[in-house]
């Protein structure tokens, strides 16, 4: 279980990276929180720099979208999923909870 | 239609394949691609393909292609197309829709993609051992094994984005680089004069000489035909291990001399990515769209699917206006580019600071915002790029 920050700090349509291996990113989508890995499985980018829509989040650098309910990818260029993780809040702190490495097989 | 060709299996033929299948085309399809390889990425070919040990040696694949791919087994089963790949499209017969290849053989067929791409523009004379243009997955891996032999002295020619990119892989591997730019500042006709000259100082931030304002005169080799050194246009001579070429590329058209198709700094096209010829459109970095050619990823992703849907209708019904885009990785510093920029436009940075070389910057003309250009500042670039391509800006601007 890893703290990620107070919920008061990550409002509505924010995200935040953590420096974890890999990366982790956390979403509060509408109120939603969501947490992937960061990198998208296209090419080197950061999916916490992106732009955020619904659920969905779109890679800074070739667009390419992803579910962040499912980690799969809803558009080219990207082709594989990326991993989710679990989040919850316990007193106001918001916490990811990793997923084992083979849940990136797909 | 009944049967589609397209010349060219990379990235804008992968997308036109695809865009096919997806708009319900159901006839025969075959790409024709001159390497040997499936479509694979170019971008990374420049850096983490040069740079990145797990992309080097860490792929089960020989080749270490895996990475870069960007198809699957299962896509490729799906489009059920006819891949005919180290096979190089020599002639073609517009009047019969005949492409003639260099197998002897001749597909004749209803619909034709044009998507050859570009080839690197090369220095005038004989190119020694050690000197390598980058464009294909083979001329990256000949240059990465070249690289690994050991610290080098490298002399890159050519200042733009492939020309800095590969100074910063080269340095990031320890070797001693130098980059020879023949204007008097890099990346000026793509940044303007003030914002080319914060990116041309990353050079020198990590220890690479940037020399202006010179051109190449020969490359010199030893006995062995192997290169020694650059001779510049000035005079000076630069001792080099090796040297990277990286001037441009010019539109692989020359197969298309006397198909009568109009050539002009690419294959000419109306704004929906089709020639005079309704049967046959053209993508990517080969077609010249509305009288401008881009050399960019998304240009060439983008340009397929509107080019593939006149191509289903006969006729131009849907032109592409898209928005300007690329980046460039430098450094470790991600340069981030869109919009159209005109000579005058007045750049601002809005955000950040050069000296810390993350920045956001708007260029403005008029009162209004033409591009947006950022070092490492993707999510507000991302927000500022959106803007730009929004339709109400596109109409007023």
New interface residues.
Partial sequence: MIPVCHLADLPAGESVRLDTAPPIAVFNADGELYAIDDTCTHQDASLADGWLEGCLVECPLHAASFDLRTGAPVCLPARRPVRTHPVTVEDGMVYVHLTAEEGTAA | MKSVTVIGACLAGLYAA?ALRAQGYDGRLTLVGDEPHLPY?R??LSK?FLTDPATADGSADPAGEAPLA???AE?IAGLDAEWLLGTRATRLDTRHRAVHLDTGRVLTTDGIVLATGAAPRRLPGPAPAGSYTLRTLDDAGALRADLARGPARVVVIGGGFIGAEVAASCTALGHQVTVVEAAPLPLVPQLGEKMAELCARLHGDHGVALLTGTGVRELRADGDGRVTAVELTDGRLLTADIVVTGIGVRPATDWLAGSGLPLADGVRCDAGCTTPIPAIVAVGDVAQVAGARAEH??SA?EQAATAVHNLLAGRTVRTHRALPYF?SDQYGV?I?FAGHRAPGDVPRIVEGSPDDRSFLARYERDGRTSAVLALNR??P???LR?ELARPSHATTG
């Fill in positions: 695809r990425d971008p990374p983490e960007l198809t699957d896509e990823w998304t992703t980046w991600r981030q993707p999510r670039f991302m927000r959106r």
